[in-house]
């Protein structure tokens, strides 16, 4: 399943976070989302879960438009999400959040089905963490915890997968992991990423935001350029290989300090 957003613009208490972005994930694609802090990544994937409602645009998964053409239900069996605010989960078990997901499949108050359990099962078996199914969703670490999110994510069974910085405060093995593993699902994928390499890594397109503008979009390759780098991030960026995986590498380091030759004496 695709997802397209045309032209959408998205206000914040009267001020204009993103203006007039249009972007496109392919099905299958992982498409990520990168730029400065503030510069609406967050913001504009909250459109497409149905979070923030657009000030003018159009969102649409599957080709019908999540705001004017769906129910909250309908739109939510489309897409599954894993975003930055997620709840506390109080007492509940690893399988208890996990079955969350299941909520737009059922109708209100109704119990959960046989068929529910089995595809809260396969999720937690395809995040790793089945065996931990009865834990108290608060004793797990931050990796676990995403892991769990996914998994509820998995269980909800959206064609388009939205992860809004899913890597922050995770160590870099399981940031790894956690991206190995978003890969492996084969599924349609609009991910907001703080890391750049592993946007390079693992997307097959990117779009690039700065203050509420989409810049420019296509390959890392096309994308990441020393010169882009340095505009959007402020940062002296080199390319590379990497020696493991022969995938694009960035290095960074901070731009020289401007020369003072010739000033006033």
Same mark, same amino acid.
């Given at each position: 399943?695709?997802? /397209?957003?045309?032209?959408?613009?998205?206000?914040?208490?009267?001020? /204009?976070?993103?203006?007039?972005? *249009?972007? !496109?994930? @392919?099905?299958?694609?992982? #498409?990520?989302?990168?730029?400065?802090?503030?510069?609406?990544?967050?913001?504009?994937? +909250? %459109?497409?879960?149905?979070?923030?409602?657009?000030?003018?645009?159009?969102?649409?998964?599957?080709?019908?438009?999540?705001?004017?053409?769906?129910?909250?239900?309908? %739109?939510? +069996?489309?897409?599954? #999400?894993? $975003?930055?605010?997620?709840?506390? %989960?109080?007492?509940? *078990?690893? $399988?208890?959040? @996990?079955?969350?997901?299941?909520?737009?499949?059922?109708?209100?108050?109704?119990?959960?089905?046989?068929?529910?359990?089995?595809?809260?099962?396969?999720?937690?078996?395809?995040?790793?963490?089945? !065996?931990?199914?009865?834990?108290?969703?608060?004793?797990?670490? &931050?990796? =676990?915890?995403?892991?769990?999110?996914?998994?509820?994510?998995?269980?909800?069974?959206?064609?388009?997968? #939205?992860?809004? =910085?899913?890597?922050?405060?995770?160590?870099?093995?399981?940031?790894?992991?956690?991206?190995?593993?978003?890969?492996?699902?084969?599924?349609?994928?609009?991910?907001?990423?703080?890391?750049?390499?592993?946007? @390079?890594?693992?997307?097959?397109?990117? !779009?690039?935001?700065?203050?509420?503008?989409?810049?420019?979009?296509? *390959?890392?390759?096309?994308?990441?350029?020393?010169?882009?780098?340095? =505009?959007?991030?402020?940062?002296? @960026? %080199?390319?590379?290989?990497?020696?493991?995986?022969?995938?694009?590498?960035?290095?960074?380091?901070?731009?020289?300090?401007?020369?003072?030759? &010739?000033?006033?004496?």
């Amino acid at each position: 399943m695709d997802a /397209r957003l045309e032209e959408v613009s998205l206000d914040i208490g009267g001020a /204009r976070i993103v203006s007039r972005a *249009t972007l !496109h994930a @392919a099905p299958g694609e992982i #498409v990520g989302v990168v730029g400065p802090n503030g510069s609406g990544k967050s913001t504009l994937l +909250r %459109a497409v879960y149905r979070s923030m409602r657009p000030a003018s645009g159009a969102v649409l998964v599957g080709g019908q438009d999540v705001w004017r053409s769906l129910t909250a239900q309908a %739109a939510a +069996r489309r897409t599954s #999400v894993v $975003a930055q605010e997620n709840p506390a %989960a109080f007492d509940f *078990t690893v $399988a208890e959040v @996990a079955a969350a997901g299941r909520t737009p499949h059922r109708a209100p108050w109704s119990a959960e089905s046989h068929a529910d359990r089995a595809i809260v099962a396969d999720a937690l078996d395809r995040v790793g963490m089945a !065996h931990l199914a009865a834990r108290p969703y608060t004793s797990l670490s &931050g990796g =676990e915890k995403q892991r769990v999110l996914l998994a509820r994510a998995l269980a909800q069974r959206g064609r388009l997968l #939205v992860l809004d =910085e899913p890597t922050n405060h995770l160590d870099i093995g399981t940031q790894l992991d956690l991206m190995e593993l978003v890969r492996d699902l084969k599924v349609t994928t609009l991910a907001a990423l703080h890391d750049l390499n592993l946007a @390079a890594a693992y997307c097959d397109r990117v !779009h690039v935001l700065r203050g509420g503008h989409l810049l420019t979009s296509g *390959t890392p390759q096309e994308v990441f350029t020393p010169e882009l780098l340095g =505009e959007v991030f402020q940062v002296h @960026a %080199a390319l590379g290989t990497h020696p493991l995986t022969g995938r694009l590498q960035l290095s960074f380091a901070p731009l020289p300090e401007p020369s003072h030759d &010739g000033a006033d004496q």
